[in-house]
């Protein structure tokens, strides 16, 4: 629920209300729920009893402070039609049944656009890679859904819950380290706050200034690129195939969305150097269309629009930390990935639903939130996807992102062995879908 002012203490404090945040939220609300339930069904055995100093799971406080005024769910324009430039976001078949898990993917689910099939190319050159999700027997290989649908889901839960503190806007001045967790000043209209917090999950993106004031460093290695991000009309119906289309600059992503009128649209994210996103973000329209057609190709008909576009550069970064006594770093501010495959925020989710998964096991067994014992249990859980991940997406980065010739000899015999080995397409299928076990 939203709330005008913070109480002193909390059990868990989120800071960053965006996808990572308030998923990350909603998430142990419904960890905690259903092991209240357990508990009130009798479930444990009496030795197994908490005592009464003990807090039911139902009791726990988790507090989102997000910095930004979110739109709440009852306000009309947030569930309008998407425009054209609706900003989106490629789910994997694994976040889907992360978020069923949550109670909240049969409110997305008439507004995603499945991804039933993946076309890999090389661009010039031979060696493709498809897959089906009939092959796999899922619903669909990934989805993909609009920022503000998405947006709109977790705001509703987050107002909705009365275990959950929705302030904003505001945000974290101070923060101090103690032995019971985490000391905050959290300001808003100009007033500070004191908050003491069992658990600090940081979720404020890649560029958190808490991290700066804890002295948590970031390894960082820039690729050299910039992406462009737009909403593009093609001619023809995308069929629900995605393209990941490997060129001279790096990867280009086409994502399929749901038709918008008789539009048929689909997502950007094309891959180019600094000085190329620079000329192009002021290209005009049909030139840009041109060099666009040229470096996709016709598999969609005629490129008809380009709607607004978005440029950042890109990079691998890495927290040297992800916990500290009282703290946990979650999204983009414990790892930002390169775009290519779609993995970053599906790998965040994957992270959310550990962590909040952990943190329930914790409440039952009495533990304190914040201990590193407990936190230590989440990134046991975590550590091998993430390496994994992040291995991945970088070494597809830099060999597609190359024109030496051994290079081009190593992807074009890679993307023809994933076609025709089962054992390698069905790991790079499960790594494609979100569901590469911890094994």
């Given amino acids: 629920m939203r709330i005008q002012l913070p109480d002193k203490n909390y059990d868990v404090v989120v800071v960053g209300g965006g996808m990572v945040g308030a998923s990350f939220a909603c998430a142990l609300r419904q960890e905690l729920n259903r092991a209240a339930d357990k508990d009130r069904r009798g479930y444990r055995p009496n030795h197994e009893r908490k005592d009464e100093k003990e807090k039911d799971p139902a009791e726990i406080s988790i507090l989102v402070v997000e910095a930004v005024d979110l739109a709440s769910s009852s306000d009309q324009t947030s569930t309008a039609q998407p425009s054209f430039d609706a900003r989106s976001t490629a789910l994997s078949y694994g976040s889907s049944q992360i978020l069923e898990a949550m109670g909240l993917w049969q409110q997305l689910k008439d507004s995603a656009c499945p991804i039933e099939e993946i076309h890999v190319s090389d661009r010039g050159r031979i060696g493709t890679t498809r897959l089906h999700y009939k092959d796999y027997r899922v619903d669909a290989l990934g989805y993909v859904v609009d920022n503000k649908e998405l947006g709109v889901v977790l705001n509703s839960v987050m107002e909705s819950s009365s275990s959950i503190h929705l302030f904003c806007p505001a945000s974290i001045s101070a923060i101090k380290p103690t032995a019971a967790g985490m000391d905050l000043i959290v300001n808003s209209d100009s007033l500070g706050h004191s908050i003491s917090a069992s658990l600090v999950v940081l979720a404020d993106g890649g560029r958190s200034p808490i991290c700066e004031q804890l002295g948590l460093e970031q390894r960082v290695q820039d690729y050299e690129q910039h992406a462009l991000i737009a909403n593009i009309g093609f001619k023809k119906a995308h069929r629900n195939i995605a393209f990941e289309r490997f060129t001279d600059t790096g990867p280009l992503a086409v994502l399929p969305l749901k038709t918008l009128g008789k539009q048929n649209r689909a997502a950007l994210v094309w891959t180019l150097t600094a000085e190329q996103s620079a000329e192009y ?108 991940t992040i291995m991945f997406t970088d070494t597809i980065t830099r060999l597609f992102s190359s024109n030496s010739r051994s290079k081009i000899l190593a992807r074009k015999f890679g993307l023809i062995a994933i076609d025709l080995m089962p054992s390698i397409k069905q790991e790079f299928a499960e790594q494609a879908m979100g569901l590469s076990t911890n094994s």
């Fill in 281 to 388: 973000m002021v290209m005009a329209e049909e030139e840009l269309l041109e060099k666009l057609q040229e470096r996709f190709g016709n598999r969609l008909g005629k490129l008809q629009h380009i709607g607004e576009k978005f440029c950042y550069p890109l990079r691998l970064s890495v927290a040297r930390e992800q916990l500290r006594p009282g703290l946990v770093l979650l999204g983009n501010v414990a790892h930002t990935l390169h775009p290519v495959a779609g993995q970053g925020l599906n790998l965040a989710l994957r992270d959310v639903a550990a962590l909040a998964s952990t943190l329930s096991e914790a409440v039952a067994d009495g533990a304190n939130l914040g201990s590193m014992d407990v936190l230590q249990q989440y990134i046991c859980k975590q550590e091998l996807d993430q390496k994994r």
